[in-house]
């Protein structure tokens, strides 16, 4: 192998996530000392490194299983030996071939110098034919002679409390009830997929009658099992992380055909294959617009995508921009569209994704669909209302995705009322925390227990949001989990208002304001709030959020703390065009009023007549205070404080008291308010 060709195949490789940290000459051949990451248990043999290489090459290689030719006897190997799987849960597999009549020799110069290569040293053929098909083709074996298993039957089962295994270290170890042995009629023989024990060992010059075994094992399992007795193999190592159960058969007759074309022998015809959990291939479908999207790729076409794809073995089929892809049985990590992305474009090439500045739009389509400019309109709806947000006062708070099963029930469900919002909580299969077994419906429930936890812990004042993901929507089985998905706003106020002198507890007003402020920049419209009743919130405190005439939220006291939650989803997308107004140089001039108007007034209506009346130079207007007059029953102050000023000048007294005076005639026309 040439010097040239070396480093090609060194940069390659890396290039494709297969790190070389060394690269080193052993007599006439090459060791490429590879770094493979725990999610690549494929890579960790002869070939599948050498497919990856070939693949990002483009260099012909026979994906296809080894087919050794293979002379077996008239025995049959069911009347030699026979297997039990008693935890079909560990074990889904168990292969077994016979070979009987052999000479224990030491391996051929070319088996020795292979394996001294890879750090491996030679023991006998016998044993030496099991380390090459683990170091070839990814599958650990192992070797029991015959004669030593009593009865010529293996069991499969979990090991006895108190059982005791002498191990092939020379260590005697005292087995776990958790840990999977294969045992004859009488004991255990190994700890499953990490040590054998010495007891049925092959004896070098001795054995006479071998037992191949092959199997597959839980990785879980053999994890546990692996770390309680302080042990690491070469066969525990590719176990723990998913070897390929459909290459049992292949390791078996190699290292089969290795055995009797040194050793000789008489190989039983047939195999015993206990197969209790046949494989079934998953099928991941790609959509090439998701591929360009994450990967920042741009003329990678459907067909360069796919020809990687069938290099890696993975029988891509093309059905327009999209490909369905079957996951062959030795990539146990790739289960989503996301990673064939990352097959595909690691093959491709990391370097030829583009390096470029961010678009000039200023947001680039974090929320990836088959139409970005919708993605980048959502998303820039969802940073404008965290900006508005932190500006309000209000503190980003990332809560856990993850809740318990009812987390829900305290707000009483479908807050906010949405025609889609699915009945119960989506479960994941394999819970991080088993009180947090479900996906959240609403970002509310996280927020509130960040409230609690703040009020514990002291603080006097608690103003939190959160933008993020919830699961509340129903989809036809086998849907894009992605139809499943909204993207919520909820904030949280409670104890005294924020930056508020003298000191006062915050409400349901002050939350109010901040949405409206939050949603008037977010979707350059002024929201309608409209009284509403959930069962949870406190009476009278319950307003429905509708922007552009459509609902979108809800908003209210719930217990001591003002809630709100949102759908960001619901705005509009499309906003006008951004327009700066130069700041006024010259003071404003702040006017106080009070009206008295009659209960079924809202503040929102006021608040609509001074926007629509045409005031001059009023800049803004806020409400100060609601309250009661004794002296007047029936009717409800109104304080509310307008602030006026003129671009050009300092306005006069004069000037601001005439729009006073003509926004209290508007009040009164329309409400019948006096002062």
């Known amino acids: 192998m040439n010097a040239e060709f070396v480093d090609r195949l060194a940069f390659t490789a890396n290039e494709i996530g297969l790190e070389i940290g060394l690269v ?13 990451t725990p999610n690549r248990p494929d890579a960790m043999n002869h070939r599948g490194f050498a ?39 560990r074990c889904h597999r168990f292969g077994l071939r016979v070979i009987r009549g052999v000479s224990s020799l030491p391996s051929r110069e070319e088996w020795v110098r292979r394996m001294s290569a890879v750090g491996l040293k030679p023991i006998d053929a016998l044993v030496d034919a099991t380390n090459i098909s683990l170091w070839g083709i990814g599958q ?37 009830p958790e840990d999977v042995v294969v045992a004859d009629a009488r004991r255990a023989l190994s700890i499953a997929g990490v040590l054998g024990g010495a007891d049925s060992a092959i004896q070098v010059g001795k054995t006479k009658n071998v037992l191949l075994e092959a199997a597959w094992w839980d990785p879980v399992s053999i994890r546990r099992t692996a770390r309680r007795h302080g042990l690491h193999t070469d066969a525990s190592h590719r176990y723990e992380r998913g070897a390929d159960i459909e290459a049992i058969p292949e390791g078996l007759a190699l290292a089969a055909s290795l055995i009797l074309e040194r050793c000789g022998g008489d190989l ?17 479908r790609l959509r090439q617009s998701r591929l360009l999207a994450l990967s920042g790729l741009s003329g990678l076409s459907v067909e360069r ?53 961010p678009p000039s739009e200023r947001l680039s389509p974090l929320y990836l669909s088959d139409d970005p400019g919708e993605a980048r309109a ?77 009020h514990r812990s002291g603080r006097r004042s608690i103003a939190l949001f959160e933008v993020g993901r919830v699961w509340d929507r129903e989809a036809a089985p086998g849907a894009d989990p992605a139809q499943t998905e909204s993207r919520h706003f909820a904030a949280v106020l409670a104890g ?48 429905e959020i509708a922007v552009a005439g459509r609902r979108i939220g809800i908003l209210g006291r719930l217990g001591n703390a003002a809630v709100a939650e949102l759908d960001l989803g619901g705005l509009p997308r499309s906003r006008g065009a951004l327009a700066f107004r130069e700041y006024s140089r010259f003071p404003a001039a ?53 602030a006026f000023r003129a671009s050009d000048r300092t306005l006069s007294l004069e000037e601001v008291n005439r729009e006073r005076d003509r926004l209290m005639a508007i009040l009164n026309e329309k409400f019948g308010v006096t002062k």
């Open 496 to 543: 005294a208002a924020p930056d508020e002198f003298p000191a006062r507890d915050s409400d349901v007003l002050d939350l109010k304001g901040m949405v409206a402020r939050i949603l008037e920049a977010a979707a350059g419209e002024v929201p309608e709030f409209i009284p509403a009743v959930r069962p949870r919130l406190s009476p009278g405190s319950g307003l």
């Open 140 to 176: 650990p074996l192992h070797a029991f002679d015959a004669d030593r298993v009593e009865g010529s039957r293996l069991v499969v089962r979990l090991a006895k409390k108190g059982e005791k295994l002498l191990c092939l270290d020379g260590v005697e170890r005292e087995l776990h």
């Open 268 to 284: 039983a015809a047939g195999m015993i294959d206990e197969y209790p959990r046949p494989f079934a291939a998953r099928r991941v």
């Open 24 to 36: 080193e000459k052993a007599g006439a051949d090459t060791v490429f000392d590879a770094d493979v």
């Open 590 to 642: 702040d006017v106080d009023i009070t009206v008295a108007c009659r209960p079924g007034v809202a503040w929102g209506e006021i608040f609509e007549a001074v926007r629509g009346g045409g005031l001059a130079d009023c800049e803004e207007a806020i409400l100060l205070k609601l309250f009661e007059d004794p002296a007047r029953p029936g009717t409800r102050n109104v304080t509310l404080r307008l």
């Open 378 to 454: 959502l998303r820039e709806i969802e940073e404008l209302a965290a900006d508005q947000a932190r500006e309000a006062g209000l503190f980003e708070a990332m809560s856990f995705p993850f809740v318990a099963a009812d987390s829900e029930d305290a707000l009483g469900g479908n807050l906010l009322a949405k025609e889609t919002f699915r009945p119960r909580a989506l479960l994941v299969a394999n819970p991080l925390d088993a009180s947090r077994p479900a996906l959240r419906r609403l970002v509310l429930p996280g927020l509130l227990e960040a409230a609690s936890l703040n």
């Open 51 to 89: 497919r990856d290489l070939a693949a990002a090459l483009e260099l012909p290689f026979a994906n296809e299983r080894l087919r050794p030719k293979l002379e077996e006897g008239k025995s049959r190997v069911e009347s030699l030996a026979s297997v039990t799987i008693e935890v079909p849960d």
């Open 305 to 357: 995508s796919a020809g990687i794809l069938e290099r890696l073995g993975f029988g891509p089929a093309v059905e327009g921009n999209e490909i369905e892809a079957s996951v062959p049985s030795w990539r146990p990590d790739v289960s989503l569209e996301e990673d064939l992305v990352e097959e595909v474009v690691r093959i491709h090439g990391y370097s030829k994704i583009p390096s470029e500045l």
